[in-house]
């Protein structure tokens, strides 16, 4: 009876146990549950086209119990989304109106995360021989000189903003021009623009390279300095937009400058094109990039 007793008692003192780690772990996992689950991410379409963004937020919803909807459009309208409250955080990779952002109150923590870069790509034939022109500029003059086709994205884009800044630097205004043509479209649709109608256009390598089978373009001027293509997260204050989840958005920040989240991007592409599409960056200085 004794022994019966004993038993009884290590039985009543093991579930006392268990009941408080139970306990303890979904009072934990309450805590650690996002109040407000949902987050909206404006971004811009090279993250989504690359395909690196179908790796990146599942593992962050995962860890985090979050779940990310997904904008994918220019930066420019990515960041006019966010200047309205209709997203809690960005990605996007147009520095000039990224500072703008902040200094005018409508983006906050902006912070580096990846860079890669930009390419001009056209036909095969190159009817204006500009491959092997080490100036991004220089080649625009030619492709201006010769009439010959080329597809903007017309789009506000960070691409689209690169590719004006390089046309600046010409003395050339292209607009308007016969041989120049706005898709009004993503980076991978006018890529296949380019591609149907042999046109040069301005890409950034990620998609270029994810698209690469499916289009029949070619890289003809590359590594010229200018040509570097920069990401940045930033988060839309939610003391402006009530709505806006800004924890979430901070969530998410974090993550894509985590270690786990930049050995993502250091080593995503190079199973399939040997070579990574996107260079992680958290924590360094953008002067530092490309050396």
Do not use: C
Not at 99 to 113: C, Y
Not at 129 to 144: F, P, Q, R, V
Not at 224 to 243: C, R
């Amino acid at each position: 009876m004794k022994r019966m007793r004993n038993m009884k008692t290590v039985f009543a003192v093991v579930a006392a146990a268990l009941l408080l780690v139970s306990g303890a772990s979904m009072a934990q996992a309450a805590k650690k549950a996002p109040a407000q689950k949902n987050i909206i991410l404006t971004t811009t379409t090279s993250t989504q086209d690359s395909g690196l963004l179908d790796v990146l937020i599942p593992n962050f919803e995962k860890k985090t119990g979050y779940f990310v909807k997904t904008i994918a459009v220019g930066s420019g309208q990515a960041m006019a989304m966010g200047r309205k409250g209709e997203s809690d955080v960005m990605l996007v990779h147009s520095p000039d109106a990224e500072i703008k952002m902040v200094e005018e109150g409508f983006a906050v923590n902006r912070r580096l995360i990846m860079h890669n870069d930009f390419i001009i790509v056209g036909p095969a034939e190159d009817p204006v021989k500009i491959k092997g022109i080490k100036a991004s500029a220089d080649a625009l003059k030619t492709i201006a000189a010769g009439n010959a086709l080329f597809i903007s994205r017309g789009d506000n884009s960070g691409t689209h903003a690169k590719e004006k800044a390089l046309w600046k630097q010409t003395g050339i205004d292209p607009a308007g021009q016969r041989w120049y043509q706005e898709t009004g479209l993503g980076m991978g649709q006018t890529l296949n623009v380019a591609s149907e109608k042999k046109g040069y256009t301005l890409a950034d390598r990620g998609t270029y390279l994810a698209l690469k089978k499916n289009i029949a373009l070619e890289i003809l001027v590359e590594g010229d300095a200018s040509l570097l293509n920069i990401y940045h997260v930033m988060e839309v204050p939610a003391d402006k937009w009530p709505k806006v989840n800004g924890e979430g958005a901070r969530a998410f920040a974090d993550f894509m400058v985590s270690k786990e989240a930049q050995d993502v991007i250091k080593t995503f592409g190079v199973d399939k094109f040997g070579a990574p599409l996107f260079f992680p960056d958290a924590g360094k200085k953008v002067e530092d990039l490309g050396k």
